[in-house]
């Protein structure tokens, strides 16, 4: 199984201050079949479903704000929001679907300061 | 508006059964594999099973491997996940989910076993 690492588990940032979030994988997740690399990421807003941020490395998904980015290769990815909203807090999830079975990263948890 | 309303959760015995289903609406049901996750109270995210749109592709977690089953009616629009000999750790909020590049999640359904 592909384990996800995610750092920090816990990430407290000031209200239009940057974050960053790590995921790193034990297998790289580039289909060299398609080039795409299956690294997808989510937010758990509190009492809520998981919402698809960015798929396929880098692909923001319908409707989320461009301040969110996804970037990195192989094993090692990283989220990043370039203005801190108050609305930003939840937990966020890496997720690989390049293999079954599909499997997540721990979570980081957002808050505000 | 796509939407993946999830019910069937309830509270069950240990080794009893229970049957979730997922009703989809707002996209081409058919030409989407679908996901079941769950994620049991205060814990991460654990993918259970998916399915193909055409059902030509079943993967199951190995924690639920012979256990549960995943289906879907195509021309009603729903999925669905029959649970058999539920163990307490099987415990925890299921998500069906529209999978890809443009994945989707319901809300949920609660499951809970108990003695």
């Known amino acids: 199984d592909i384990v996800m690492t995610q750092t920090p588990l816990s990430l407290p940032v000031t209200p239009g201050e940057p974050a960053s979030i790590s995921c790193r994988s034990t297998?790289?997740?580039?289909?060299?079949?398609?080039?795409?690399?299956?690294l997808d990421w989510y937010l758990q807003k509190p009492g809520q479903s998981p919402q698809l941020l960015i798929s396929t490395l880098s692909y923001r998904a319908s409707g989320v704000p461009d301040r969110f980015s996804g970037s990195g290769s192989g094993t090692d990815f990283t989220l990043k929001i370039s203005r801190v909203e108050p609305e930003d807090v939840g937990v966020y999830f890496c997720m690989q679907r390049l293999d079954f079975p599909i499997t997540f990263g721990q979570g980081t948890r957002l808050e505000i300061k | 508006e796509v939407q993946l309303v999830e019910s069937g959760g309830g509270l069950v015995k240990p080794g009893e059964s229970l049957r979730l289903s997922c009703a989809a609406s707002g996209f081409t049901f058919s030409s989407y594999s679908m996901n079941w996750f769950r994620q049991a109270p205060g814990k991460g995210l654990e993918w259970v099973s998916s399915i193909s749109g055409s059902r030509n592709y079943i993967y199951y977690a190995d924690s639920v491997e012979g256990r549960f089953t995943i289906s879907r009616d195509n021309a009603k629009n729903l999925l669905y996940l029959q649970m058999s000999s539920l163990r307490a750790e099987d415990s925890a909020l299921y998500y069906c989910?529209?999978?890809?590049?443009?994945?989707?999640w319901g809300q949920g359904t609660l499951v809970t076993v108990s003695s």
């Open positions: 297998q790289s997740l580039l289909d060299s079949d398609n080039g795409n690399t299956y």
């Open positions: 989910a529209r999978a890809g590049s443009s994945a989707y």
